[in-house]
């Protein structure tokens, strides 16, 4: 049985309020993107043209106008570019086509009846761009923006077929959306296995393979006794057009051994191996380059490029601090901590107070190591309040990003067993419009080199404000709207509390490419986890407890909060094992450049609403209902109701109905920060769920 719409089909009896779902009509087409294969040409090479009219995702703009000239019998140029006009200011596709000019119609209508006499894209845009009545960089443009969710296999099946310039095709490629730099470095792409380590984890990218092969990894301590243990199936990612995927809970500084078994659809086998190495829980140090603030620090800005403090990778330089030694900005500093770029450097027990607007700053550094931090007293003054919004002068904008820690565009970075506290401004709320105010940790590993982007591990903190002085966001993505935004790629956030915000616990939005968020208490706050948009993915938030949220007013929205994919948000967010107990909503919809559409696979989650109205109580609130979405075995229940509030479609509900009850519910919630249900084994998830001594009970929380 399933919850179709807003009826709760397995109880047998209708919500208090009529609902429905809203869907357009693209997004009963965006359901097939992620069920019908076709050969991507980042695989295994082919001759086989695939982006023909039969082949391309419908009700795109470009479908909907070769439907048009179909049923119209249009087959001039002027007629289909008629269409194009008609398109571009229809209120379905307006924005979709925003981008392409009055002056690339005509190339539109050129790829439109290229393809409706039987052509493909990839082979036609070639062969029109030897006509000099048209322009290759209209023709690449016009065939992405009419055919959005196609367009980075298109941009692929050029790039191979090497016809256009390839800095041109990629300027072109960017101007409508398409990720053309470097995610990665150029090792990942030499390499049919690439692993990318951090201290607990591991993501696995597994290339040239097509994208309906099953690919599942297994690993091990290398040179152990141990039995294998399987990683999750990993899944294709089509910004990149790879496999890729993580394991966790692993142990740091190990080496271990990956075998990975790779099956076609057609039933072929094939089996790669592969070694890694977790990074060690502290890094190397230069012996001779160890220093202790008491020797030589005697106040204002620590300004490690002035002092030429940095290291090697063979040699971090090290920092150490004591509890009579504090670094504090003078009045006016900008920064108590200024890195610069300096790279492999290790912080440890440093107090450190004051700063204009952050207090530790960096500037495309790299291998950049806090621990056992105190943080406090930065940011700038809030002299002046207008309608509850704090301004450090008259005529100044807003304060706002100021960050306890902010590393702008650096990578490889480690924030662990610290304690970030009491911002000298604070955040409104949202009785004033968007919060605007302080940051814990502004997250921006955009590293212009590729092999240090991403790679970020905040693990063991207390990041937290207090009721009536709080953080916008505790943890917040710069560029976050971007593929390249926020965390970026390969990052593990964990074993954090996070508590006192008028926005979200965390942004985790922007590129995502194995961005995992687990093991965190988050409280206090509007919503606890955001992954909107998931530009790239995929991301992991699981086994997180979100309980008690709410701005200073006590308003609150989303316990994790999705959407955004038709804005460009390709990506699938993954969510496992987590413990919501929220009054409002749980798995949330938000809109995104006015787009509320999300893809994600929630499995295993408890979810407990306790408010029922309008648009409060959704254990998941899922407007658009996009069919690439799936819901499986989740505990949800709204309190009021006893019974689960939907507005969206439950893939498959949770196995053990019986237990789905307000004195079940209500034992769950009493019991904190980890609850225990029974286990289906059908159910378990390789490598990320947990269970009891006994065999008997999934784990949901904070797993001790």
Not at 325 to 345: D, F, K
Not at 550 to 562: L, P, R, V
């Amino acid at each position: 049985m399933i919850y179709r719409g807003c009826y709760a089909v397995f109880f047998s009896f209708p919500l208090k309020e009529p609902c429905y779902m809203r869907k357009t009509p693209i997004l009963t087409v965006l359901g097939a993107l992620f069920f019908v294969s076709v050969p991507a040409t980042s695989s295994a090479s082919t001759n086989q043209y695939t982006l023909t009219q039969s082949s391309l995702m419908g009700e795109q703009p470009g479908m909907a106008a070769l439907t048009q000239m179909d049923e119209q019998n249009l087959t001039s140029q002027a007629q289909v570019l008629e269409v194009v006009n008609t398109l571009k200011k229809s209120s379905t596709y307006k924005r979709m086509l925003s981008k392409l000019s009055k002056g690339e119609t005509d190339e539109a209508a050129a790829v439109l009846l290229a393809l409706a006499n039987g052509e493909s894209l990839e082979s036609s845009i070639p062969v029109l761009a030897q006509n000099t009545t048209y322009t290759s960089s209209a023709l690449v443009r016009a065939a992405m923006l009419l055919f959005p969710l196609d367009r980075y296999e298109l941009y692929r099946d050029l790039q191979q077929a090497d016809v256009f310039d390839q800095t041109k095709l990629r300027k072109w490629a960017s101007s409508t959306g398409v990720l053309t730099s470097a995610l990665y470095p150029t090792s990942m792409t030499e390499q049919d296995v690439f692993i990318q380590p951090l201290l607990e984890s591991a993501s696995i990218t597994v290339q040239h393979q097509p994208k309906d092969a099953r690919i599942v990894a297994s690993y091990k301590a290398a040179g152990s006794d141990d039995e294998w243990q399987q990683a999750r199936e990993l899944v294709f990612e089509p910004v990149t057009g790879v496999h890729t995927g993580p394991m966790v809970y692993l142990d740091a500084g190990t080496r271990y051994d990956v075998k990975i078994e790779v099956t076609t659809k057609q039933g072929d086998v094939a089996n790669l191996t592969q070694q890694f190495t977790t990074r060690a829980d502290k890094p190397p140090i230069d012996p001779d380059k160890v220093y202790h603030l008491a020797d030589f620090y005697k106040g204002g800005t620590l300004d490690l490029e002035a002092l030429k403090i940095e290291g090697t990778a063979d040699g971090w330089a090290k920092i150490v601090g004591d509890k009579d030694t504090v670094i504090e900005a003078t009045e006016g500093n900008r920064h108590a901590i200024r890195i610069g770029n300096n790279s492999y450097v290790y912080f440890e027990n440093i107090t450190v107070r004051g700063g204009r607007t952050h207090s530790i700053y960096a500037d495309q550094a790299h291998h950049i190591w806090i621990n056992q931090c105190d943080i406090a007293e930065w940011g700038r003054e809030p002299n002046i309040i207008k309608k509850g919004v704090a301004y450090e002068k008259e005529g100044a904008e807003p304060i706002n990003y100021d960050s306890a820690i902010y590393l702008r565009q650096t990578g490889v970075v480690t924030v662990e067993n610290c304690h970030v506290h009491d911002p000298v401004p604070f955040s409104n709320d949202w009785r004033y419009g968007h919060p605007k105010g302080p940051n814990a940790f502004f997250a921006h590993a955009n590293h212009p080199d590729p092999q240090y982007k991403g790679q970020v591990v905040i693990r063991n903190n207390r990041f937290v404000g207090k009721p009536g002085h709080r953080f916008n966001d505790v943890i917040e993505g710069r560029k976050n709207s971007e593929p390249l935004g926020g965390f970026v790629r390969d990052a593990a956030i964990y074993n954090n509390t996070f508590a006192y915000g008028n926005d979200d616990a965390i942004e985790v939005d922007g590129g995502q490419y194995n961005v995992m968020v687990y093991n965190n208490d988050m409280s206090h706050t509007y919503t606890g986890v955001s992954v909107i948009p998931t530009r790239i993915g995929p991301s992991f938030v699981f086994n997180n407890y979100i309980h008690d949220l709410g701005d200073e007013t006590g308003k609150q929205w989303a316990g994790i909060k999705m959407g955004g994919l038709l804005a460009g948000a390709y990506g699938k967010s993954y969510l496992f094992h987590n413990l919501i107990e929220v009054n409002r909503n749980g798995f949330t919809a938000s809109r995104f450049q006015e787009d509320s559409s999300l893809l994600t696979h929630a499995q295993n989650n408890i979810v407990i609403t306790f408010k029922d109205n309008k648009t409060v109580g959704y254990n998941l609130f899922d407007q658009e209902g996009f069919a690439g979405s799936t819901f499986v075995n989740n505990y949800l229940i709204n309190m009021k109701r006893a019974a689960p509030k939907i507005m969206g479609s439950i893939t498959v509900p949770y196995t053990f109905p019986e237990l789905v009850n307000t004195q079940k519910a209500q034992e769950l919630v009493d019991s904190g920060e980890q609850v225990t249900l029974p286990i289906d084994g059908q159910y378990r998830i390789p490598n990320f769920s947990h269970v009891t001594a006994d065999g008997k009970n999934f784990i949901y929380g904070i797993v001790k």
